[in-house]
């Protein structure tokens, strides 16, 4: 069965510095996400993507998050200037059709980040 | 601004005790979804129900959407230690939106 990747599993940074997060979501979906999730709290919403460009993003995702889709496999997060709060596990999910959120998003294993 | 509730926060039962979670929005959903956390583990899709009042089963599970589509219930019958994880609804902020917004899960321990 097909899944979302996720890659590292864990990155390990120092405050101030730059991270990417990499995810290839699965092939024919054309919908994709992240989400993150601190430890022992709700998975919440950051940014979803279609058709090259942010189609929504929640407060969480200001100006030190980006995203990107360098090629036709890849989705990457990139966090400019990380801070401590940024530590939490950061997933990246995708669905087949609608970004409607009616359709399901699968999501991949996560990155945790930790930001020292 | 919406909000997902979910209760208990935590619960812990013996093996082959019945669970049950429940999940109130704030407002009116389109459709809600269902998804478990193992330990350690990424949010996996159990169920999507869209109906007013549908209810739909998978084994042990049943999950049941409210009339009036602002709450819905996860009922597990006969816990196995295989159960244990945390359990999150979700439902799409206000109306046509990509975003899911999350419950804060219920956390199920089950002593074998």
């Known amino acids: 069965e097909p899944e979302v990747t996720q890659t590292p599993s864990h990155q390990v940074t120092q405050m101030g510095q730059e991270v990417i997060l990499r995810c290839v979501p699965i092939?024919?979906?054309?919908?994709f996400y992240w989400y993150r999730q601190i430890l022992g709290q709700k998975v919440e919403f950051l940014v979803s993507?279609?058709?090259?460009?942010?189609?929504?993003k929640s407060e969480i995702f200001d100006d030190q998050f980006s995203v990107e889709r360098p090629d036709g496999s890849n989705f990457t997060l990139k966090i400019r200037s990380t801070k401590l709060e940024d530590s939490a596990m950061y997933f990246c999910?995708?669905?087949?059709?609608?970004?409607?959120?009616?359709?399901?998003?699968?999501f991949g294993p996560g990155t945790r980040l930790t930001v020292l | 601004g919406q909000q997902v509730m979910q209760i208990p926060q935590y619960q812990h039962v013996q093996e082959g005790e019945d669970f049950t979670t429940y999940c109130n929005s704030s407002?009116?959903?389109?459709?809600i979804q269902w998804y478990k956390q193992r330990p350690g583990g990424h949010p996996v899709f159990l169920i999507q129900?869209?109906?007013?009042?549908e209810v739909k089963k998978q084994k042990r599970l049943t999950f049941q959407f409210g009339e009036a589509k602002k709450n819905s219930s996860l009922h597990i019958t006969a816990t196995q230690t295989t159960d244990v994880g945390t359990y999150f609804c979700?439902?799409?902020?206000?109306?046509?939106?990509?975003?899911?917004?999350f419950g804060k899960g219920t956390k199920l321990t089950v002593n074998p």
């Open positions: 129900l869209v109906k007013s009042g």
């Open positions: 092939s024919n979906h054309l919908y």
């Open positions: 979700a439902g799409p902020f206000q109306g046509g939106s990509e975003k899911l917004v």
């Open positions: 999910a995708s669905s087949r059709t609608s970004g409607r959120a009616t359709d399901t998003q699968y």
């Open positions: 407002t009116t959903l389109s459709n």
């Open positions: 993507f279609y058709n090259n460009e942010i189609s929504e």
